[in-house]
C-alpha cells in the first residue's frame, strides 16, 4: 500500500514562515504529479500548488509570490515553502499525488491525513 505523511505545520504568527513536508511510502514504481491543497474551517478544500514529475509547477492566485513548492523525487517528498503568512492561511494543509504502484500501469490518487497550519498572534 502506499501511504502519504505530512509534516510540519502548526502555530506561525502573521508574517512567519513555515515548510511542509509530505513523504510518499510504499510500493511506489513512479510519482507524477504531486499537489497541496488546504482546508479552512467552515471552508471547501481548495488547490494550493502542484509540480509535475518534471518540476513544472502552479500555483492558486492566493498563495502566489508567497510559496514555492519542490520535490524530492530520491525521497518521494514534497515541500510547500510558505512565506508572509496570513491568519487567513490558517487551514488543514493535504498532500495529493498521483502514483503508481509496483506491477501496475496506470496512476491512483493518493491523499495524506493533513496537517494543521495555524497563522496568529
Known amino acids: 500500500q502506499v501511504q502519504l505523511v505530512e509534516s510540519g505545520g502548526g502555530l506561525v504568527q502573521p508574517g512567519g514562515s513555515l515548510r511542509l513536508s509530505c513523504a510518499a511510502s510504499g510500493s511506489i514504481f513512479r510519482i507524477n504529479t504531486m499537489r497541496w491543497y488546504r482546508q479552512a474551517p467552515g471552508k471547501e478544500r481548495e488547490f494550493i500548488s502542484k509540480?509535475?514529475?518534471?518540476?513544472?509547477?502552479n500555483y492558486a492566485d492566493s498563495v502566489k509570490g508567497r510559496t514555492t513548492i519542490s520535490r524530492d523525487n530520491a525521497k518521494n517528498t514534497v515541500y510547500l515553502q510558505m512565506n508572509s503568512l496570513k491568519p487567513e492561511d490558517t487551514a488543514v494543509y493535504y498532500c495529493h499525488a498521483d502514483i503508481v504502484v509496483t506491477g501496475r500501469s496506470n496512476a491512483m490518487e493518493y491523499w495524506g491525513k493533513g496537517t494543521l497550519v495555524t497563522v496568529s498572534s
Open positions: 509540480i509535475t514529475n518534471i518540476g513544472s509547477t
